[in-house]
């Protein structure tokens, strides 16, 4: 049994999503496949490494497979990971090994769970790992589509080209999560209003994308990126990247929790191949609408 689910992007809001403010997120056309066989113990196979059930290597896949076994009883399998999704790139790698592991194992021991099941598992593996979590990645690689966040309301970017620019720096979700909260609980009064400008950031985000002003997203994604480096969770390396991206007359800004990762622009097919020359782990993606999927 095969399933895959897919990754995704942030294009306004991620940190401010944590504390309720809005944001906006597409699953994106870069997906992990997860193949599931019975076996005897549990193997975990991926590009990190082959482990058996290991919280530190594989922390998603091990916690899903401890949740699984609260409902149903299972003695082993294995577990063969692929990903087009660059491993801890800001791009939603855990949540969408997670939905597909959910997935697999369901399918394959029958254990009938149904969409909303699965999200609800996957939304606490990431809680277990990631402590504070905003439940947005398990919910797109799980349903698909874009959305407003916190509303779930779908919306419509297909006309959108985004480009994505991987840093080729590990971005560690926890850890940039825990310094937010850290600098949120020191400078409060700081840290809110910033929020609070994220926030109407990705109410003029959701309004240029259903009008096509891609001019206006590409400010925002500018200011946007000001606003993430102001709460520390830029680096040297997204920001050398967003030099060479402001140098090309566009703007850009890191997508997902930051601190490495990957910068997210708009542009053509020529845009993408110019970025691609300097910085080779670039893609260009659209919008994907199919979430979990079964291979069988
Ligand atoms: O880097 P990713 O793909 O794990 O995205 C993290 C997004 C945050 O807003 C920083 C955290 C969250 O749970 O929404």
Excluded at 9 to 32: D, K
Excluded at 233 to 242: G, L, Q
């Amino acid at each position: 049994m095969i399933c895959s689910a897919p990754g995704k992007v942030f294009l306004f809001g991620e940190h401010a999503v944590v504390y309720g403010r809005h944001a906006v997120v597409s699953a994106i056309n870069l997906r992990t496949f997860v193949k599931i066989e019975r076996h005897p113990d549990f193997v975990i196979e991926s590009p990190i490494g082959t482990t058996g059930l290991d919280a530190i290597t594989h922390p998603y896949v091990t916690e899903a497979i401890h949740l699984i076994q609260e409902i149903h009883p299972i003695k082993g399998c294995r577990f063969h990971i692929t990903s087009e999704i660059p491993v801890s790139s800001g791009l939603g790698s855990s949540a969408a090994v997670t939905v597909a592991v959910i997935g697999a194992t369901n399918e394959e021991f029958n254990i009938g769970l149904g969409r909303d099941e699965i999200y609800e598992l996957a939304r606490k593996v990431e809680k277990r790992v990631q402590g504070i979590a905003s439940g947005t990645d398990p919910f797109v690689s799980t349903f698909g589509g874009a959305y407003q966040i916190p509303e779930r309301e779908k919306i419509d970017i297909k006309g959108l080209n985004i480009i994505i620019i991987y840093t080729g720096q590990e971005s560690n979700t926890k850890k940039m999560v825990e310094k937010v909260a850290e600098l949120r609980n020191r400078f409060p009064d700081i840290i809110e209003p910033i929020f609070d400008a994220i926030d109407q950031i990705s109410l003029r985000g959701i309004q240029a994308i259903k009008t096509g002003d891609l001019d206006e997203i590409n400010f925002l994604f500018g200011m946007n990126q000001g606003l993430l480096k102001s709460i520390g969770v830029s680096s040297e390396s997204i920001d050398a990247i967003i030099t060479d991206v402001e140098r090309h007359g566009k703007r850009g800004k890191l997508t997902g929790a930051g601190g490495g990762g990957s910068v997210i622009t708009l542009g053509s097919k020529e845009d993408y191949k110019m970025l691609k020359s300097l910085y080779p782990d670039t893609f260009l993606v659209s919008l994907e609408n199919e979430g979990l999927k079964i291979h069988g």
